[in-house]
C-alpha cells in the first residue's frame, strides 16, 4: 500500500484543517488506519485510528472533541478533520495503514505516509 498524505499548512489558533490520506496498490477496506503526529523533539503519537472491522474509531485524549476521521473506501482515502487547533497541535502528521495483531493484542502498521506538516500559529 502506497499512501500520499496532504492538507497540512499554517493556521491560526482556532483555526481548521483537513488532512487527507490517498492510498494506492491495496483498497483500505482491509485495514485498519491511523494518523500519527510528531513534534520536534517528541516521540511519535498516535492521534486517532480508524479500525476496518467494525468501523470503530479511537483518538488521544488530547484531541477528543476536536478532531474527527473518517475514511472513503469508494475513494480509498482517510480523512483527519481537525477543529479549533492548538499550538500544541503542531507537528508532522503521517497516516499509516495495519492490522491486528493477536499475537501482540495491538494495532502493527506496516505502510505509511511521508507527512505532513501542520503547524498552528498562537
Known amino acids: 500500500v502506497q499512501l500520499q498524505a496532504s492538507g497540512g499548512g499554517l493556521v491560526q489558533a482556532g483555526g481548521s484543517l483537513r488532512l487527507s490520506c490517498a492510498a494506492s496498490g491495496r483498497t483500505i477496506s482491509s485495514y485498519a488506519m491511523g494518523w500519527f503526529r510528531q513534534a520536534p523533539g517528541k516521540e511519535r503519537e498516535l492521534v486517532s485510528r480508524s479500525s476496518n472491522i467494525g468501523g470503530s474509531t479511537n483518538y488521544a485524549d488530547s484531541v477528543k472533541g476536536r478532531f474527527t476521521i473518517s475514511r472513503d473506501n469508494a475513494k480509498n482515502t482517510v480523512y483527519l478533520q481537525m477543529n479549533s487547533l492548538k499550538p500544541e497541535d503542531t507537528a508532522v502528521y503521517y497516516c499509516?495503514?495495519?492490522?491486528?495483531?493477536?499475537?501482540?493484542?495491538?494495532?502493527?502498521?506496516?505502510?505509511w505516509g511521508q507527512g505532513t506538516q501542520v503547524t498552528v500559529s498562537s
Open positions: 499509516a495503514a495495519g492490522r491486528y495483531s493477536g499475537r501482540s493484542n495491538s494495532y502493527e502498521y506496516d505502510y
